[in-house]
T-cell receptor, first 111, second 113 residues
């Protein structure tokens, strides 16, 4: 019930392509969905976040798409660049819990 | 403004030894967290604190203790280290709980032999 399932575990995308990472949840009480980006040897950092009353949020090349009925949300990285190579974590929050984290996706952008 | 700092960066322990990891933040944040990160398992919350003098258990608290005697510091202790505690440990802080952004430290890589 409290899990957030993230896929794929790893992803290789050509430079300039679109990277897509998916997450799914069960608990409909979750009401805040952030994505964090982690570079090797560093701690995660907030990338972008969305609430369930919005179906899409865009910040530069990064877009979150949210499907409330399917209980799924995804991160799209347009025009992917080698500097985007990192591990990406989705997460979900409900006031009765702390953040619940997905398992992470290691993204490699090939030049 | 250093943000969140962690000490030490690396540590190797033998089974049964004890150690303390120190986390410090200079952002006057109320909430602080300790996570462990293991391959394929994401971040798992060990303990957290909602303010000076308070602590609470997270998802995987067994084998760890914490203390928050000062608002800016959050200590994670391992009383008797086990190989299963080999992991990368991250400290984070946030202004308040819930939907507030968490700011992470650089991590401590701990190996228990």
């Amino acid at each position: 019930q409290q899990q957030v399932k993230q896929s794929p575990q790893s992803l290789i995308v050509q430079k300039g392509g679109i990277s897509i990472i998916n997450c799914a949840y069960e608990n409909t009480a979750f009401d805040y969905f952030p994505w964090y980006q982690q570079f090797p040897g560093k701690g995660p950092a907030l990338l972008i976040a969305i609430r369930p009353d919005v179906s899409e949020k865009k910040e530069g090349r990064f877009t979150i798409s949210f499907n409330k009925s399917a209980k799924q949300f995804s991160l799209h990285i347009m025009d992917s660049q080698p500097g985007d190579s990192a591990t990406y974590f989705c997460a979900a929050y409900h006031s009765n819990y702390q953040l619940i984290w997905g398992a992470g996706t290691k993204l490699i952008i090939k030049p | 403004n250093a943000g969140v700092t962690q000490t030490p960066k690396f540590r190797v322990l033998k089974t049964g030894q004890s150690m303390t990891l120190l986390c410090a933040q200079d952002m006057n944040h109320e909430y602080m967290y300790w996570y462990r990160q293991d391959p394929g398992m994401g971040l798992r919350l060990i303990h957290y604190s909602v303010g000076e003098g308070t602590t609470a258990k997270g998802e995987v608290p067994d084998g760890y203790n914490v203390s928050r005697l000062k608002k800016q510091n959050f200590l994670l202790g391992l009383e008797s280290a086990a190989p299963s505690q080999t992991s990368v440990y991250f400290c984070a802080s946030s202004l308040a709980g819930g939907r507030n952004e968490q700011f992470f430290g650089p991590g401590t890589r701990l190996t228990v032999l």
